[in-house]
């Protein structure tokens, strides 16, 4: 009987053991597909001759980032991105090349982005919540633009297909003067562009190669 005593305490000794050393399941590190993706900005024009103005819609040209996703504890994820400030295009559809050239002069210059100097957008999460579902997120992080950083909060709408793509969908507003940006001003200021600019997400994510 002894010897059948000891024999479990054993047996549980070493599923204790096994419990407490056991490893959790790593987060799968996914790599954003910028052909597939899209980041774009709009701004919107202001002033009392906005009429002869026009919205600006800016694209991201080249970009990279990573996602670590938990799939079994989605807040224990976490995204990266860097957007190189210089690949910066406007598109805005319907001016000429003349006017576009000019924006984007202007955009990447000392006056606004000053790109040279700060050469990367960057943002980096710091947590994630679960709204109403799973799929429905809060991702918190700082935003380093234009030599600033700031906490940001993105709502993100999320899908993971069944061949493991992750894709993401967000919208956030931000103001260029919380980032030490002058809002663009021509014809003495009768026209210019409004001081807050949306920024568009749509992600698409696939399993980093090991």
Known sequence: MNDLKKAFALFLSAVFALQVGATPPARTAYSIDPQLSKIEIQVARDGFLKAFGHDHVVSAEKYSGEIQFDSGKVESSSVEFVV?????????PGESVKDRNEVQETMLGEQVLDATKYPQIRFSSTSVKVGSSVSRLAVEGSLVLHGVTKALTVPVSIQVANDGTITADA???LLQSDFGITPYKAVGGTVRVKDKLKLIFHIVARKTPA
Do not use: C, H, I, R
């Open 171 to 173: 919208e956030v507003l």
């Open 84 to 92: 190189e400030a210089a690949s910066l295009k406007v598109l805005d």
